[in-house]
């Protein structure tokens, strides 16, 4: 990396300081200029649809910054010579760099022959949400009755009644943080030491200084808390603490965000990059990310969905919000609102839950801002050459999208004392220390703590089987649709059960061995969460390799054949198949939505292209054919 960076080692916890949160409002996702409408300058090819139609709108005075793929091999050092641009970064594990350049020769850089795809430095937003409390509720320290004193989340989230101390000894397990920064807090310290902060390092992106404090926003110490804090401020008060999913782990911070929560993509390529240079340094085994960016292409060609698909491929499991764009301006439910990377496949994607602030299940839901699926970013040609890409020259993603739900309203944690959410929404304060926000970026770190405590439970955890393993026992909600839950709201308890069964190393299984040997899947099961029986998922059969028979077994894919049967010999329509890619045999395209035959069918890759032939080489054996009776349209009308 290019691109210089502040590296802070921390010995001690500076306790000095009150606490933090985060903050956006909800807004209506509005692609229209990119998805909806016609792009009528010149179009390239290896140019984003947002860079396509801002091409004639540069102007000659003021140089762009642009995020260029180029090919394999080629010097991105040679290129900016040749076409006296200025190198920012580069990023070789990516093959990507982020370059200033003259308007006057993008053309030239596009048929250089020298790049793959080039985008413009989007901007980054937070995804939390601030809302004014009403007049019922409290600032103070909640005293939702509980068999003890433990917090809400790690109660409702089934972590609690894993054991009382599970998660609470420290380990040499880290969580990169890639948010607004991290200020050091009493409840992220050791448990033995005070004074002894389990944020084991702080890196700048930004181009503003932090000052004081290594969390100006206030975002990023509110998402740590959640993932790590220990509750100490709380310690002896007889009230419950505020504790996180995993206290005790180690964190790393990654700091993308400014004082006022503004970003770009060219910062979090820098940390991304610098998770992949420093993970065995640090042992960083997840990544949260509680950012994200519009999502104005296809995963297959967005900059940051193959920065994260990298990282994964590394043994690092990256954890994204879905966004929070469910809901129109009028409040009108909004399909289509997932943002970038979370339109990643092999990323896991959370979306919002509301608890209602009750320890009990029963009444959970999912959260009206909260995106839904599916991901709305495309493909396209100018087929006829005419200078616009129309709408039968696009092809949908249509990814299903989130994987999953967790806790994320109303959420209380670890604030940053003097940051700018602290200081502009006192009301948002509890007590000194604390502060509440709500939004998928404060579920996101549910997702990550307990992946985390997957990976301290079993060293041989690997990304696609925590997120397999976490989908699979997740609980349904009522009256919510797979757009909008995914797999359902994760339980902690039900997961651990599955884990304590899985072979030493999962990884080094061939197809059709299996990970879980005696652990029968078809026994329905029952785990009980603040006093409440739970039922343990059963829908998911297939993701990202690994596929859910009688028992769990390793999988290169499924396929089906035209009697609806699998090799497996399960019968289709008592299943969620959620996969690397959908073909379907027949060719057939829905125009108005999806058909849902006997069941429902559930993928990371919803493809109805018809070309057959050439989907099927592009997605390669983790695909799945499917034979007959599944129809997609590329409207927003779902089932």
């Known amino acids: 990396m290019n691109k210089t960076a502040t590296l802070t080692i921390l010995a001690v916890l500076l306790v000095s300081l009150p606490p933090v949160a985060f903050a956006q409002t909800s807004t209506a996702l509005d692609l229209s200029d990119s998805s909806g409408g016609e792009l009528t300058t010149v179009i390239s090819k290896n140019a984003s649809p947002d860079l396509n139609e801002s091409l004639g709108d540069l102007s000659p005075n003021e140089w762009a910054r642009l995020v260029v793929r180029y090919v394999p091999g080629e010097s991105i050092d040679s290129l900016a010579t040749l076409l006296g641009a200025n190198i920012q970064a580069d990023y070789g594990d990516f093959n990507t760099a982020v370059i200033d350049i003259d308007p006057a020769v993008v053309s030239d850089l596009l048929g250089s022959g020298m790049v793959e795809y080039v985008t413009p430095n989007r901007p980054l937003e937070h995804l939390g949400r601030i809302a004014t409390p009403t007049a019922s509720q409290s600032s103070e320290p909640r005293t939702t009755t509980t ?125 991304l990059g610098w998770v992949l240079e420093y993970a065995d340094t640090y042992n960083i085994r997840v990544v ?181 393993v976490l989908m699979r026992t997740s609980q349904h909600l009522d009256d919510f649709g797979r757009l909008e839950q995914g797999a359902g709201e994760v339980n902690a308890l039900a997961a651990a059960s599955l884990v304590a069964a899985l072979v030493d190393d999962p990884s080094a299984l061939a197809a059709g061995d299996p990970a879980a040997p005696g652990y029968d899947l078809t026994i329905p099961r029952v785990v009980m969460i603040a006093g409440e029986a739970v039922l343990v998922g059963h829908e998911l059969i297939y993701t990202g390799g690994w596929y859910f028979g009688n028992e769990l ?15 497996g010999g399960i019968l289709w329509g008592d299943g969620v198949l959620w996969a690397d890619g959908i073909l379907w045999a027949d060719g057939s395209v829905g125009s108005d939505g999806i058909l849902w035959a006997d069941g429902i069918l559930w993928a990371d890759a919803a493809l109805s292209s018809l070309n057959l032939a050439a989907e099927a080489e592009r997605l390669g054996p983790d695909g799945i054919l499917w034979a007959d009776g599944i129809l997609w349209g590329d409207s927003q009308l779902f089932g």
């Not at 129109?328 to 609102?337: A, R, S, W």
């Not at 602030?357 to 699926?373: F, K, L, N």
């Not at 599916?374 to 696009?394: H, N, V, W």
């Open 553 to 567: 077994f390793r999988s290169e894919g499924i396929r089906w054949t035209e009697d609806g049967v699998g090799s």
């Open 147 to 271: 068999v003890s004193l433990e917090s809400h989340l790690r109660v409702v989230a089934g972590v609690a009644a894993l054991g009382q101390n599970v998660g609470m000894a420290p380990g040499s397990i880290s969580v990169a943080v890639i948010d607004s920064g991290i200020a050091e807090h009493p409840d992220l310290a050791t448990a033995d030491d005070p004074l002894q902060s389990r944020v084991l390092a702080h890196v700048d992106f930004t181009a503003s200084p932090t000052g004081a404090s290594f969390d100006p926003f206030g975002h990023g110490t509110h998402v740590a808390g959640i993932i790590a804090g220990n509750g100490a401020l709380m310690a002896g008060t007889g009230q419950r603490p505020y504790t996180g999913i995993m206290p005790g782990v180690n964190l790393v911070d990654l700091r993308v965000l400014d004082e006022t929560g503004g970003g770009s993509i060219d910062g979090l390529l820098d940390a």
């Open 288 to 468: 949260n990310l509680s950012v994200g960016s519009a999502p104005y292409e296809s995963y297959e060609t967005d900059p940051l969905c193959l920065a994260v698909s990298r990282v994964i491929d590394a043994g690092i499991a990256v954890v994204v919000a879905a966004g929070n764009h469910g809901k129109t301006e009028d409040g009108e439910k909004l399909y289509g609102g997932i943002l970038s990377p979370a339109n990643a496949p092999k990323v896991i994607t959370v979306g919002a839950s509301n608890t209602f602030e009750t320890d009990p299940r029963g009444d959970d839901g999912v959260t009206t801002y909260s995106s839904r699926g599916p991901t709305r970013s495309f493909r396209s040609t100018d087929a006829d050459l005419d200078g616009t890409i129309s709408e039968d020259e696009k092809i949908y993603d249509n990814l299903l999208k989130p994987d999953l739900v967790a806790p994320g309203n109303r959420i209380i944690s670890t604030a940053s004392y003097g940051s700018t959410l602290y200081e502009e929404h006192p009301e948002l304060r509890v007590g000194a220390d604390y502060f509440e926000l709500s939004g998928t970026s404060m579920a996101t770190p549910v997702v990550s703590g307990l992946v985390a405590l997957m990976y301290r439970a079993h060293p041989g955890m690997t990304p696609s089987l925590a997120k397999a």
